[in-house]
């Protein structure tokens, strides 16, 4: 499956943003899908992550309450509003399609390629 980022942008703090991910080349619905991103100097970090039927799988700590997946299968889109922006969520986001390969255990086998959000102070 092919997947294209995009939405990313330079805002200010406590603003907001939504980032779209379209998939295409296998059935959309057959997939976990999850929002990552990777800060400049820092490891990836898994912001969040939905279920085929849309269920959320969870959300990192960092984003309760300010962030929101969401996906619309008709359309093979996969959501991440971000609300009251901080400058720590400035990174790199990106979108992965995955399936679970034991408990609680998501492998995720396919990238999108990025997209940069820039929260300014």
């Known amino acids: 499956v092919q997947l294209q980022a995009s939405g990313g942008g330079l805002v200010q703090a406590g603003d907001s943003l939504r980032l779209s991910c379209v998939a295409s080349?296998?059935?959309?619905?057959?997939?976990?899908m999850g929002w990552f991103r990777q800060a400049p100097g820092k490891e990836r970090e898994s912001v969040a992550a939905?279920?085929?039927?849309?269920?959320?799988?969870h959300y990192a700590d960092s984003v309760k309450g300010r962030f929101t997946i969401s996906r619309d299968n008709a359309k093979n889109t996969v959501y991440l509003n971000m609300n009251s922006l901080k400058p720590e969520d400035t990174a790199v986001y990106y979108c992965a399609a995955g399936s679970p390969v034991a408990t609680k255990k998501i492998e995720y086998n396919y990238w999108g390629q990025g997209t940069q959000v820039t929260v300014s102070s």
């Open positions: 939905v279920t085929w039927g849309g269920g959320v799988i």
């Open positions: 080349g296998r059935t959309f619905s057959d997939y976990i």
